[in-house]
């Protein structure tokens, strides 16, 4: 019999007798397959755990038919499997079919719609969800970035009746029938049923599903050919994610948490009287900006901010903390699931990282599918088992409701498309904290401004924390959003005066600052040494490190040296030695407590430190505040305020020499003597002082055009089921940020993606951080099959990546 429904005789080969309860959806587990009905109920109510996560928060609202097209497409979505085949090719050793799956599901869109009397939208959004769950509609430019788009598979040199009606063989009785009209009768049953509807009955004259699929596929293109209105884009947008997102939960059968590590009531736990900047935050409902001290309890405000604002949003808000470098999201993973509430039966919270580099790949192996076989010279079942482990690292990345971030993560959403669309509607209905939001040029700031604005609109809230934060930054900030912002900073003397500044006119490299900071080494003091480039951290570690170790004879962490430039797993080790080797002081402690760190500023944020005495390079005023608050970190040394050096910088990269040019003129106008304390009030002056002059006026018009543009190009989702790789490479590229891996670790990374008993998700750890300018001083190269840039150069657990040569030039933070 013929693929139904039936108008005629058929020529074809039956294929071997199949039932409904037959059919695989995937070729694992290898001992019993996940069945399709299996499979698509899964999906289908995976959607509820979705929805019971983000309700109708914000723009979602609009749609009140949003989640019932979800549900619908996603009971629908791979019911194409039925094919015989996909059917032939997920059986052990089975040849490649060659066609999409999604596709053939548009005939049984169709059949049910015509049957339930689905409105047009409702049809054309179900039938845009299940095709392009995999793949896009369209391609952005003359050539695809990675796989064809559907209008390049299916087109008018198609042959649709050879490719999902009757496949010709190598004789005409071998000819394979894709649907009996058996099976298509007990699979339409079952669907229907589940629809609650009457299965509707064949229909002499009526369309083949070959000839179904083909009309409706034809019509998605045409609606999707032109550029659409921004709000029905994002809507579009959104709804993928929430099928894609309900997908790959399903695959990996991994159930989204419930429960949140941050409890409603978490001020009231806090062992200590709040102070009064974290009473306001907590007391805060909406958008909310707060500039404490360093060592104030920022951290602790954002919190308390977070928890108050979760009673009163619809769903099961997450909470999602943003930190501006990579090398910083371990410590504060660790110090929030060390402080919060684990879920019952756990030892500690389940905090979520959101990867780099491995996040991505991940993201994209798991929309791949089974239709598309093995990579070339591999067995299917192999690239089976990777999608297999790629669909449950994924789902890591989603599964809790508090995480960790960098923003540059968040804004790949605006890649959008199979992989991404479910990491925007993630962001719908959650709490974003953006803590030390100083730290980013004007470029990075004007498009998280732009993502700002965004969320509001998918009924997010923001707050934004920092220890210096000049008042044009919060005025961009609060002109973005459009509900209110409440703006508290925290009352002087929060803080007490910690420093003595020192205004140095020598570089820090100097033969007489060297010899100072020996000094400080040999007299027990513990020493902080902060540079801009991770070259010159190098080098001042390599001349300093013995004289710490010297001092402190015995101890394995004397001296210690930190960067980006380290692998995630060496520099989580160090951060871990960091911590205990120079916590925070406590009151009655030893004045001298001695060691040696030597670091970036990849030492700024999200490390609670203390040293008794600190000199630094010259950079923009606010890392210069945030170094300063790494020294003597509460006021509690028994000296009172300690010494603390800025050194003019020779070199300003990786800052615009305007930016540190600025800083330098605000410190020298306020201690023209060249020394003086430093309160905190003497910060906001500095920070006034340096957007007061050009370099200032210039950033605040950058960041405005920054923002404007990243919301033009990247966040209208005019164009949203067109292939967006174009979008994904400019985006690395102006965030000028790659993570690469050491040749020397390529088959352990390989080993830790690919083998089926082990934890993709820890091949972040061979990770190090580089700027793309720098790819070419590495020699790096692009292995296609692992994505990711392999790089050159010399490696070592103590001083991190070095250049494959002497003369390779040196940029990086």
């Known amino acids: 019999?013929?693929?139904?429904?039936?108008?005629?005789?058929?020529?074809?080969?039956?294929?071997?007798?199949?039932?409904?309860?037959?059919?695989?959806?995937k070729s694992r587990p290898k001992e019993d397959p996940e069945r399709l009905t299996t499979h698509s109920r899964t999906v289908h109510d995976t959607v509820a755990q979705i929805e019971a996560r983000?309700?109708?928060?914000?723009?979602?609202?609009?749609?009140?038919?949003?989640?019932?097209?979800?549900?619908?497409?996603?009971?629908?979505?791979?019911v194409g499997k039925v094919a015989e085949g996909f059917q032939r090719q997920v059986e052990p050793g089975g040849s490649v079919w060659g066609e999409r799956h999604e596709v053939l599901s548009l005939a049984y869109v169709d059949l049910l719609a015509t049957a339930a009397g689905w409105s047009a939208e409702d049809r054309l959004m179900i039938a845009t969800l299940v095709a392009t769950h995999h793949r896009a509609l369209h391609a952005e430019s003359s050539e695809d970035g990675g796989k064809p788009c559907l209008a390049r598979m299916y087109n008018d040199q198609t042959k649709w009746d050879e490719a999902f009606y009757i496949t010709p063989g190598p004789t005409p009785d071998q000819s394979l029938t894709q649907v009996t009209a058996g099976l298509h009768k007990e699979l339409l049953a079952w669907l229907s049923g589940f629809l609650a509807l009457d299965p509707p009955p064949p229909a002499p004259g009526a369309p083949t599903l070959a000839q179904r699929a083909k009309h409706l596929l034809e019509q998605l293109l045409d609606a999707w050919r032109q550029p659409v209105k921004p709000h029905q884009g994002l809507m579009a947008v959104l709804a993928q994610g929430a099928l894609t997102l309900a997908d790959r939960a399903g695959s990996a059968h991994v159930s989204l948490q419930t429960h949140l590590p941050l409890p409603p009531d978490y001020l009231a736990r806090m062992p200590y009287e709040p102070y009064a900047h974290q009473r306001q935050a907590a007391d805060t409902g909406g958008h909310l900006i707060l500039v404490a001290p360093t060592g104030s309890g920022k951290t602790e405000a954002g919190l308390?901010?977070?928890?108050?604002?979760?009673?009163?949003?619809?769903?099961?808000?997450?909470?999602?903390?943003?930190?501006?470098?990579?090398?910083?999201?371990?410590?504060?993973?660790?110090?929030?699931?060390?402080?919060?509430?684990?879920a019952p039966g756990e030892r500690k919270a389940d905090i979520g990282l959101l990867h780099g580099t491995v996040a991505q790949t991940l993201l994209a192996e798991a929309v791949e599918d089974d239709c598309a076989g093995g990579a070339p010279g591999a067995e299917p079942t192999d690239d089976q088992a990777r999608k297999a482990r790629a669909q449950a690292g994924a789902m890591r990345l989603f599964t809790q409701r508090m995480r960790v971030a960098t923003p540059h993560q968040l804004l790949r959403a605006a890649v959008a498309g199979p992989a991404y669309?479910?990491?925007?509607l993630e962001q719908a209905n959650s709490l974003f904290v953006l803590d030390e939001l100083h730290a980013y040029e004007p470029a990075t700031f004007g498009r998280l401004c732009a993502a700002m604005r965004l969320w509001e609109r998918l009924g997010s809230r923001v707050a934004v924390l920092s220890a210096t934060l000049a008042d044009v930054v919060t005025d961009v900030i609060e002109e973005s959003l459009?509900?209110?912002?409440?703006?508290?900073?925290?009352?002087?003397?929060?803080?007490?005066?910690?420093?003595?500044?020192?205004?140095?006119?020598?570089?820090?490299?100097?033969?007489?600052?060297?010899?100072?900071?020996?000094s400080w080494l040999h007299e027990g003091h513990s020493v902080l040494v902060v540079v801009n480039r991770v070259a010159d951290a190098q080098k001042l570690f390599g001349l300093l490190a013995d004289d710490a170790r010297a001092a402190s004879p015995g101890d394995p962490c004397a001296a210690l040296l930190l960067h980006s430039r380290f692998k995630n797993r060496d520099r989580d080790d160090i951060e871990k030695a960091l911590l205990r080797r120079h916590p925070e002081r406590r009151p009655g402690e030893r004045p001298r407590r001695g060691g040696l760190v030597v670091a970036t500023q990849a030492v700024e944020v999200s490390l609670q430190l203390d040293f008794d005495r600190g000199a630094v390079e010259n950079a923009p005023i606010e890392a210069v505040a945030q170094r300063a608050g790494r020294v003597n970190r509460r006021g509690l040394h028994p000296e009172g305020a300690v010494e603390f050096r800025v050194h003019p910088t020779e070199q300003p990269r990786p800052y615009q020499p305007a930016a540190v040019e600025a800083a330098w003129t605000a410190l020298t106008a306020l201690f023209p003597e060249g020394t003086g304390t430093l309160s905190e009030q003497d910060i906001d002056r500095l920070l006034h002082h340096a957007y007061a002059t050009p370099w200032g006026e210039e950033w605040l018009k950058e960041a405005r055009r920054h923002r404007d543009a990243f919301a033009e190009e990247f966040l209208s989702f005019t164009d949203p089921f067109h292939d967006r790789w174009e979008?994904?490479?400019?985006?690395?590229?102006?965030?000028?940020?790659?993570?690469?891996l050491h040749r020397e670790d390529e088959e352990e990374y390989r080993s830790l993606v690919r083998d089926r008993k082990r934890d993709p998700l820890?091949?972040?750890r061979l990770l190090i951080p580089l700027r793309y300018q720098q790819l070419r001083s590495y020699n790096a190269t692009v292995d296609r099959h692992l994505r990711v840039h392999l790089i050159d150069g010399e490696y070592d657990t103590t001083l991190g990546l070095r250049p494959p040569s002497a003369t390779a030039t040196e940029t990086i933070l």
């Open 1 to 25: 019999m013929a693929a139904a429904p039936l108008t005629g005789p058929v020529a074809g080969r039956p294929p071997r007798r199949r039932a409904l309860s037959d059919l695989r959806a």
């Open 304 to 342: 308390a901010w977070a928890a108050r604002q979760i009673t009163g949003m619809p769903g099961l808000p997450r909470v999602v903390w943003t930190l501006p470098y990579r090398a910083s999201l371990n410590a504060a993973r660790r110090r929030f699931a060390d402080s919060l509430i684990p």
């Open 54 to 78: 983000v309700g109708s928060a914000g723009v979602l609202a609009t749609v009140p038919a949003f989640w019932s097209r979800v549900r619908k497409a996603a009971l629908l979505h791979d």
């Open 727 to 740: 979008y994904a490479r400019k985006l690395s590229e102006r965030f000028d940020s790659v993570e690469v």
């Open 421 to 424: 669309s479910s990491v925007l």
């Open 482 to 518: 459009e509900q209110p912002v409440a703006r508290y900073q925290a009352p002087p003397g929060t803080s007490p005066v910690r420093h003595r500044l020192v205004l140095d006119k020598s570089p820090i490299t100097a033969a007489a600052s060297v010899e100072r900071l020996r």
């Open 762 to 764: 820890l091949a972040a």
